[in-house]
């Protein structure tokens, strides 16, 4: 079982990677949420798939193959924060949409680089190379 999950895991990762590095913004937001799944898998992992008794017991007793709550806490915590970071990545996109017409990287960037029309063009002072 571990290894499914391993190899799921680095499927997952090569798929984000490779649509974080695509040209359109959706795309990159979508790579940077499968990354972040696929993190929460790893660690979901790491408290031991196969836990076959609860994780509360009586005190004093730890059963030998108990799951680990903690990673399990942590990755819901971590989702909790991914879906908050994956809404506000959503609010950037669709600014960048209203502004820009377009979610291309290169002409959001082309865009983004031109001086604003009302900002005064710097004449150079005498003695001073342009």
Known sequence: MEIIVAATVGLLVALGV???LDRNLVRVVLGVVVIGNAINLAVVSVG????????????????AQ???PLPQALVLTAIVIGFALFVF???????????HGTT??????AQ???????????KPASGERA
């Open 18 to 20: 490779w649509m974080m």
């Open 48 to 63: 031991r798939l196969g836990g076959q008794a609860a994780a509360f017991v009586a005190a004093g007793e730890v059963p």
């Open 66 to 68: 108990a799951a680990n």
């Open 89 to 99: 990545a959503l609010g950037v996109l669709k600014r960048a949409w209203v502004e």
């Open 104 to 109: 291309e990287t290169d002409r959001v960037t």
């Open 112 to 122: 983004a680089e031109t001086p604003a029309p009302d900002l005064p063009v710097d």
